[in-house]
């Protein structure tokens, strides 16, 4: 039996200066946004890829767990340290180090903030389309890792989509190089694919090369108040199946949801109704116009007459969005925050089966959406350690696998969700997952328990 | 040593009426679009998925080969057979099995030629944006295994990005559903795109849900004759990065392969000179009238004065470009077709690597290309089975490579370029992709020789 006190001892002198085993930064790095926390032995800075290539070996001879961290903003325990593991902090590997607006692709490290990027982009006219609900503080390095993809992907597809190449460091300590710059490639299965949403288990990110969107000229935001009562299925199908309103964005809050954002500072957001948020892409004012007309036509003839509230810059809207989980959070304290995905066309007996789970657990339902995609996040007013809660989850989960539908669409699988994966992939899907594991990280050293459950190795 | 006759007999006592040992039937599935050709032992014709696993049980019990075909269409010999195996013509699956225009989905047969599906889909108002030049005969299970995408990959991006799910018959005989219905996913790595590009070499396709775009109102093709000796390369970054031009593709003939089209019958294109293809996507005739406009403006801009032929179905256009290739079979004869793809930052070294290739070998080059992703489709006059065409064919090759570029950008790995790709992905994406071989198929029956070379089993 190793000892861990030595072991970290050891990563220490290999590594000087970059491992912490300080109570301070310990706690720092206990939680991300789910339920969960633990303490790790110790957090780890490693300074460039050479450094990430001896901490994994360090980690495969003293079989130490490691976990990737950005931000910390992962929603079910991906970025939740295994006990006695050690973090590895890379919010430090924060550089945009190419920005190319002729290939239209960006270099950054794994530490670049999604909102800075944006930043960064805007004077080349270009963004990066993935704007998860946490985009002004989660990293790039996490929205990959997890797939997170936000009310964008409405238009743009998910993260996925966006990712170009990477430079991995695998558990086996070698360093890996996958896609490139190139605008398509038919060069076998797509191993980018395989990296993106694998939630540290497979390597840890050195690098990503990222592709790019022109920025639109106009971008405008709608916050449209729902009349009491109306069915949302009908209205979400409607503009996702509506050509001509130049839609990059449809979410949804309910009323509970609204009213909690409402009480955002400087949020000025109608706060007695639920609420549609819509984003429009318009090429000019003209255009942008012809937009506005027609989506408040469509939306009449849903029965929604009432006036948007319109705000030219969207990312105000995104950000204000962003901040539903802390306004509830506020509200509610702890609670079960669910994330699943079905077809438009199942979208009212899920919505169904939410409604059926809160009120056969006795809890409170506040539910936010991006509804023109049928990804659905219910938060349930409930402590999320208790048995009902557990259970609650379960009901919803399983409503979504028997309507074709998925158990994550956008947060991941994490520590939370992994007994529910094999579900949804099947025993064939795991075995899969496994072999890929096998053959990225042989000792299970990167991050255990995560994706798939219940094995310290495979 | 098992008794091949022995063994195909076998098989057809397995499933009855479904194999054929005809001389007819196995020379016309000797071949594909490539230089290569083998002789199977027999045709099978499975006619439902447990058929196919009986197919798969049988190819494992007996160590014989099996090659998925659809319409033989590849590029590179990925469907061409093993001397001496089974090829499993799938093109008798050519059912469309749903058409879901609320969850914008298609569920297919793999044997649904391409064409065929847009047909079914127009009445929709749909439309599946990937348009490979073989569209008219291809089918969507040879698309999907090779990612050939076509000329709207411009606006769409790859055939990767279109396909939602799919059911597959693996190598161990196993029925596994990856994917699904729902618009995403974040559930780990993506299993769907393991499968797309795999070639036949992991899994059998017994079904595919597809994801689908609205048909635009208009859609015009463009044919712009360019002026004698100007430089491709700025053209080219400057219709992939201008915006406001409703462009969903960007296509290039040089002044060889013009001429060789022009001879099509009814192809009234002008033969004189090299040609822009492009097309021109918009809402209604206003908006094309300013697409086509700013199209013109860009183009003067680009010292390209002269006015474009307009096609008002854009689909006559890429069922003519489709027809280059037999253009170039009638004027040509046997030749080096490559599929290189570059950083349109990287175009013009690329150019030049390919124009230098041609000269050191002393022959003719006619080059087609999906110009606005650096996705060249150089042609070469001379026999791909002489040592000469070998050279020249690895001195593009590594050029691409070096240019920070891909070996194919469209057409597959094959036969023909198996030997070019652990040059691309190295020997750690080579180790990847042997796990998933190995997870899928352990004793290597499925399409051996495909991707990685060199290696009966792995």
């Not at 989660?138 to 743009?156: D, E, H, I, W």
Request: glycine residues 12%.
């Amino acid at each position: 039996m190793p000892d861990p006190a030595k072991a970290i001892e050891a990563l220490a002198r290999e590594l000087p200066g970059r491992v912490t085993t300080d109570p301070g930064a310990l706690a720092a790095v206990a939680h991300d946004a789910s339920h969960l926390s633990a303490t790790a032995a110790a957090v780890c800075r490693p300074a460039d890829p050479e450094e990430v290539v001896r901490l994994v070996r360090w980690a495969r001879r003293e079989h130490i767990p490691l976990t990737a961290r950005g931000a910390g903003t992962s929603l079910d325990g991906e970025s939740v340290p295994v006990p006695g593991g050690v973090v590895v902090d890379l919010s430090g590997w924060s550089g945009v180090l190419e920005i190319d607006p002729v290939d239209r692709l960006v270099r950054v490290g794994p530490g670049v903030v999604n909102a800075d990027l944006q930043a960064a982009l805007r004077p080349h006219g270009l963004f990066f389309p993935p704007n998860p609900g946490s985009w002004t503080t989660s990293t790039l390095g996490g929205n990959v890792a997890t797939n997170a993809s936000g009310p964008r992907s409405f238009r743009y597809g998910p993260t996925r989509a966006w990712v170009r190449g990477a430079e991995v460091v695998l558990g086996t300590g070698e360093r890996l190089t996958i896609g490139g710059r190139a605008a398509k490639r038919s060069t076998g299965p797509d191993l980018v694919s395989m990296f993106v949403g694998s939630e540290g288990t497979l390597g840890l990110f050195t690098e990503l090369t990222l592709a790019l969107a022109p920025l639109p000229a106009r971008r405008a935001g709608l916050a449209v108040p729902l009349p009491d009562g109306r069915p949302l299925a009908p209205v979400a199908r409607a503009l996702a199946t509506a050509t001509g309103l130049g839609l990059s964005a449809v979410e949804y809050l309910d009323r509970g949801c609204a009213e909690a954002l409402a009480r955002v500072e400087n949020a000025r957001l109608p706060a007695d109704r639920a609420l549609l948020l819509l984003e429009v892409e318009s090429a000019d004012e003209a255009e942008e116009t012809r937009h506005l007309e027609a989506i408040g036509a469509t939306l009449i003839g849903l029965g929604i007459p009432e006036a948007a509230s319109v705000y030219p810059e969207a990312d105000r809207l995104w950000t204000l969005r962003g901040q539903s989980g802390t306004a509830l959070d506020r509200t509610l304290g702890p609670r079960v925050r669910e994330d699943v995905c079905v077809p438009l066309s199942r979208l009212d007996p899920m919505l169904e089966a939410i409604a059926a789970a809160a009120r056969e657990a006795g809890v409170p339902l506040y539910l936010y959406a991006h509804l023109g995609q049928g990804s659905l996040h219910p938060n349930f007013a409930i402590d999320p350690a208790r048995p009902t809660a557990a259970r609650l989850r379960e009901a919803v989960l399983r409503a979504a696998l028997r309507l074709g539908g998925t158990v994550s669409g956008e947060h991941g699988i994490g520590r939370v969700k992994a007994p529910f994966l094999p579900g949804e992939i099947g025993d064939g899907g795991v075995r899969l997952l496994r072999a890929l594991k096998r053959a990225c990280d042989p000792d299970g050293i990167l991050n255990p328990g995560t994706l798939l459950s219940g094995e310290a190795a495979p």
